[in-house]
């Protein structure tokens, strides 16, 4: 191949710069050129009024200064409608017309969803998981994630010191969509005492039961870590909880839109102990990628380079242990993330509340 592309599409994450820089570096070193696409798809589709919004060639200078820089200077967003086929062959038509010979898209599942289509359209791609969700089962860690949890570290520890002078129960709720991977290591890594991930079935009840517990055993914060999607395995039946507890009407009017705040409300007053909630947002988003980031994104992007320059594609690279793997894009999708059960057993053995 003489030219590549790479984008970054879907939600940002830290370490995205690290892998684009390492993708332009590794192809220049194999006299391939590489033009960077920005907002996603849709700078391959050319939406902009400008075409200089769309594309740019990037050179071993575009890319200096940005190893240490959270976001993506290519800029992201999702593209819902490159599910079309019509647009793929649209963008596949694009990219033909640039010369463009293969691409590297770096983002997560729907990242991929895109890049395996392109594939089978005819203009070979590579993907390479950045996302801060580290939901790809494929691989052991996503670009991003290490960040993402070590910003959710720092922060908890905050809110501990807050938690612990005022004697509260605190919520903190984090992202991972469907995943429960930065809850469970936030809480593991900060000595929370519960956490509740989409994975693993949960009851309110039993919740605010090991509040009181906690703090009958003298414990002068209860950290809870709730992850954004942990509503999906709430398994209390919430209108029955109200019927039983009048208290609970004002704080759930509609169940299925409850908040994470308002589960924290809840458990204050099944606990009868205090409990704030935070809700951490886009802050574990954005923010200079750790050293661990910065290293897998150069190890991946320069993996996906190397693996166009010689003319291998519709693959996503990614690590297990201490190697670099690469899967079929279709393998990709079969797998199921997991929760690791064990390390879910060992918030609870830390938070010692029971024995
Ligand atoms: O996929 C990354 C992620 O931050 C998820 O954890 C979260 O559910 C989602 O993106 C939020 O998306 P948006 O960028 O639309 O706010």
Redesign the pocket.
């Known amino acids: 191949m003489k030219r590549i592309g790479v984008l970054t599409s879907?939600?940002d994450a830290p370490g995205m710069n690290a892998a684009i820089r390492s993708v332009v570096r590794t192809a220049l070193h194999h006299d391939m050129s590489v033009v960077g696409f920005k907002r996603g798809y849709n700078g391959v589709l050319m939406r902009s009024q400008n075409q200089v919004d769309d594309f740019e060639i990037l050179t071993a200078r575009s890319v200096s200064d940005k190893i240490h820089r959270g976001g993506t200077f290519l800029r992201t967003a999702r593209c819902l409608d490159f599910l079309d086929p019509q647009v793929q062959r649209q963008a596949v038509s694009n990219l033909h017309a640039l010369g463009i010979e293969g691409l590297v898209c770096i983002g997560?599942d729907g990242t991929y969803k895109g890049a395996d289509a392109l594939t089978n359209l005819g203009l070979p791609c590579i993907g390479v998981p950045g996302?801060?969700?580290n939901d790809l089962a494929y691989t052991d860690y996503t670009i991003g994630f290490d960040t993402a949890l070590n910003t959710a570290c720092e922060c908890l520890n905050k809110i501990r010191e807050t938690s612990d002078s005022h004697e509260r129960a605190s919520m903190l709720t984090v992202?991972?969509?469907n995943c429960g991977d930065i809850a469970l290591h936030t809480a593991l890594t900060c000595g929370a005492e519960i956490c509740m991930i989409p994975e693993i079935p949960w009851d309110i009840i039993d919740v605010a039961e090991r509040v009181k517990w906690g703090v009958l055993r003298g414990k002068r914060s209860m950290i809870i870590v709730f992850a954004?999607g942990a509503l999906s395995s709430l398994t209390t039946d919430l209108e029955k909880l109200c019927a039983e507890h009048e208290e609970l009407h004002d704080i759930v009017p509609h169940h299925n839109l409850i908040t994470s705040s308002q589960i924290a409300m809840i458990i204050e007053k099944l606990s009868g102990h205090e409990t704030r909630s935070t809700v951490l947002g886009y802050i574990q988003?954005g923010g200079s990628p750790s050293a661990r980031d910065r290293l897998l994104a150069t190890q991946l992007g320069a993996h996906a380079a190397d693996l166009l320059a010689m003319d291998r594609s519709g693959l996503a690279v990614g690590v297990r242990g201490t190697n670099l793997i690469e899967v079929p894009f279709a393998d990709v999708q079969k797998g199921e993330h997991t929760a690791d059960s064990g390390l879910a057993d060992l918030v609870d053995i830390m938070a010692v509340i029971r024995n």
């Open positions: 879907g939600g997560g996302t801060i969700d992202m991972g969509r954004e988003r």
